[in-house]
């Protein structure tokens, strides 16, 4: 006799009850639902989708530029000194309103009858020098030059040496040995002595000065350049363009320049500061800027004689040659913050 188990009892049972029961046979079965096969159209929208989300992200990411902008914006200390540069160089640019509607003098105007006038006195806002020049007119209109001064010699330096040091990484080979061996006779001679001796021998005017500040100061910055250019060269978005078929003059200007602005950015305003104490201190010296033509630098050392007596003429032009030299070496240091990646990751 063959035994049967509980379950085949209950399912000889449940097939008897559904025999029985007209009502359960009189049900439909219905189909167990099969997933959706994908189709090109789902897959196109997925894309579609994809594509947008990865723009959006993309316009979500802060460029190169807006990220260095926040950075400085959150650096209180760079930030204001910022601010003071700007009232600074507002100040040196309306030097012809300051002459025409608040002091009344030109910069090279002279009233020996009121020489020394201490300040806020008899008109003179600033008090006048010892040829009876308005301290006032003279400080804005030698601001205007020094600032000149060292805002082209700036621009050429990092032109002449910016050039020489890309075309010298980019290049190698001979072209690299021959300007890296005139860039180390340039670093082997001190500037400053070399700046007195062209300038007491041509006696440049203020664009002349600029020209040979940046003319013997250029070095430094190809050597830096140099080595950038070569840590761009070797990157795998330049060798991958080279392949394609890139020329070198697209290479350079669309891979390795671009990616030295920053660069250029922050060494030009770190080296304003230093530009411009060379400037003064050369007609400090008196073979800068010649008089009658004002200069931060002719003004301290003309005022130097009658430090006894009328200190502020030592006082205003120095501390106007400090302030502005600070603002630019802190506005500067807060630009390497920004654009360092090293210092901001």
Known sequence: MVQTTTGERDLHLDRERVVDDPSV???????????????????????????????????RT???????????RANKVSMTA???????????????LISTYISGFTPSENHLSDKLKPVMT?????????????VLTRLAYGGRVSLMIAVLAALALFFIGGLIGLISGYAG????????????????VPTLPLLILVSSLFSPGPVGLAFWLAALSWAGIARLFRGETLSLRGRDYVDAARALG????????????????????IYTSLSLPGLMLAE?????????????T??????????????????????IPGMMIYITSLSMYLVGNGLRDAFDPKLTQ
């Open 82 to 96: 910022m601010v003071i540069l700007i009232a600074i160089v507002i100040f040196v640019l309306s030097a012809g």
């Open 62 to 72: 802060p460029g190169l530029y807006t990220r260095a902008w926040r950075i400085f």
């Open 280 to 292: 003064t201190g050369l007609s400090f010296l008196g073979v800068g800027v010649q008089v009658p």
């Open 246 to 265: 890139a020329s070198n003059p697209r290479i350079v200007m669309r891979h390795i320049v671009p990616n030295l602005v920053p660069l250029l950015v």
């Open 25 to 59: 046979m009189a049900t439909p079965l219905r189909p167990t639902p099969t997933p959706a096969t994908p189709t090109l159209s789902s897959y196109a929208d997925a894309e579609t989708l994809d594509g947008v989300l990865d723009r959006a992200a993309l316009r």
């Open 294 to 315: 004002p200069s931060w630098g002719n003004m301290l050392g003309d005022g130097q004689q009658f430090f006894r007596t009328n200190f502020s003429l030592v006082l």
């Open 122 to 134: 008899d008109g003179y806002i600033l008090g006048s020098d010892g040829n009876g020049r308005d």
């Open 173 to 188: 080979g001979k072209t690299d040995t021959i300007l890296m061996r005139l860039v180390d006779v340039l670093l082997s």
